[in-house]
Structures are given as C-alpha cells and as structure tokens.
C-alpha cells in the first residue's frame, strides 16, 4: 500500500487560478495589488527565489518591483529604503529577502516593515495576532502546509497533529495554525525524548528540522498525513527533503515529495498575502 503525494503544484495552481479571478475583480475598482522584494547581497539561492517571486507576480497581473542592493549597503540605507516603501501607496507587500549580510539587525528590519505590508508575516504584530488568533498576513510556508492537508481533503479538526522542529519560521507558526484548525498539538524538538513513539502518534505529522531524510517509517502511523517541509541538497546535487520519502510512503496515508510538494505552496501564499494586504489597505471586506 503506497501513499498518496500530495501534489503542491497542482494545488498552488487552483489557488492561483482562484488569486487571478480576485486580482481581475480588484482591477475593475483600478486597484493593483503591489509587492516590493529588496535583495541585499549576492546570496545564488535568494537570487533564485527573487527571480521567481518577480515571475510570479507578472503572471498574477500585480505590481513588482525589486530593489537590489550591493552587500556592502548599511543597516541606515535599508531601513530607509523600507521605510519609502512603507509611504509607497503602490506597494501593498514588502518583503525583505533573508538572511541578511551580517552586520544588518534582521530584526530591526523586520520591525520597520508596517504591520499591513509584512506579507512574509513575521512582524511582531502579525505573530502576536497569530498566537491569539485574530486575522492577520500568515507566514507563507506554513500557510501553505495548512492548504495542502485541507485541499487533500483531510479534516484537521480532532485529529493529532505533530510538528518536529520549532522555529520561528514554520514550526511555531505551523502549530499556531494546526490548532487554529482544532487539531490537538504536539510540538517536537532536538531536546525531546521518545521523538518516534511520540510522532507514531500523530494522524497529521509536520517535520521542519533540516536534516535530509531525517524521519522515516518508524517515525509514521500507518496511514497518517506527512507534511515534509524540508529541502536538503544531497551530495549528488539532488534534492530531499527531512522525511525519507521511499521508506515514508509505504506506510503514510497522504505524503508531500520534495520537491513539489510545500515548495510550490510559498510564493503561492505570498501571493495570496500581497493580494489580501490590498485588499485590507484599500478597506475592501474578505
């Protein structure tokens, strides 16, 4: 008995479809939905993702602007860069590619980016309204794990979710999220004792560690869903993720490969958030 992939790729391109309909809607009121992505530095890999997320945004019909900035820029020039954007009526998302030369305060950065802009979702107050559970711009990965369980058409509520990994980048968030949806939560982490007794528990198991093909079989319930969110490039140069796929699938329910699986879902839900942070600027109702 063999598991079914969720295909993230497919998935994104409904909810990209469903962004299209709303962006047309929106460009009947001379709306445009605008994101802004400032680039510090010369890191391949960010480069990679600005490419697409610029790519994105055409296809989408929004607004894009890139804002690339030499390594040597200074913390004073970025946050004034922000700042401008922040005044920028055509801009409705910001989002500054991480990580940062070193000599720059991510943190401080972050915190300069208004509230209503933070598409990335990691303002202090967007994580605040997530804990507490008020409407607010969702981190995108984790968002888009919580899309591919639903649209796989798996019921969270009631269930048992388990999260192995606990940044502030998918594992918090993705267990704000999970019990946001009325699941039962357990978090997990390199400190925790009995990881794979307590992650055969779990009827929805999340693993964000970012060691490759980390979690196998003894770590699944037969028939559980699993959300790999991990990307490791092996030494051959392929691609796997934390969750040893081969071994995995014999024994999961519904499983994500990597790639394909959340990795097509982030600049989805980044989109998503540009387009709600618009709409939520120019006071147009969900």
Not at 208 to 223: C, L, M, N, Q, V
Not at 242 to 258: E, R
Not at 267 to 275: A, E, F, G, V, Y
Request: glycine share 8%; charged share 20%; with cysteine.
């Amino acid at each position: 008995m063999s598991a079914q992939r969720i295909e993230g790729k497919a998935i994104s391109d409904q909810i990209r479809e469903e962004l299209k309909q709303e962006t047309a809607e929106l460009a009947a009121k001379w709306i445009k939905p605008g994101l802004a992505v400032v680039l510090v530095g010369e890191d391949p890999a960010s480069q990679v993702y600005v490419g697409n997320k610029e790519k994105a945004c055409q296809q989408m019909g929004f607004h894009s602007e890139v804002h690339r900035m030499p390594a040597s820029t200074s913390q004073q020039e970025l946050l004034e860069l922000v700042a401008s954007l922040n005044e920028n009526s055509s801009v409705h998302g910001i989002l500054v590619q991480l990580p940062l030369p070193s000599h720059i305060d991510e943190k401080a950065v972050i915190n300069a980016i208004s509230a209503e802009k933070d598409v990335d979702g990691f303002h202090p107050l967007n994580t605040g309204n997530l804990m507490i559970g008020d409407d607010s711009l969702l981190p995108c990965t984790p968002a888009g794990c919580i899309e591919l369980i639903k649209r796989s058409g798996v019921s969270i509520a009631g269930k048992h979710a388990v999260v192995i990994g606990r940044s502030n980048i998918v594992g918090k968030p993705v267990s704000m999220l999970l019990l946001r949806e009325h699941a039962t939560v357990t978090i997990c982490h390199s400190r925790t004792e009995n990881m794979a007794e307590i992650a055969r528990q779990a009827d929805i198991l999340v693993v964000a560690i970012g060691k490759a093909k980390a979690i196998d079989s003894r770590y699944i319930k037969p028939g559980a869903v699993v959300i790999d969110v991990g990307i490791n490039r092996l030494e051959d140069g392929k691609l796997a993720g934390d969750v040893d796929y081969s071994d995995a699938v014999t024994t999961a329910g519904y499983i994500t490969p990597v790639p394909g699986g959340v990795g097509p879902m982030t600049i989805t839900m980044l989109l998503k958030n540009t387009l709600k942070a618009a709409k939520r600027i120019h006071g147009i109702g969900e």
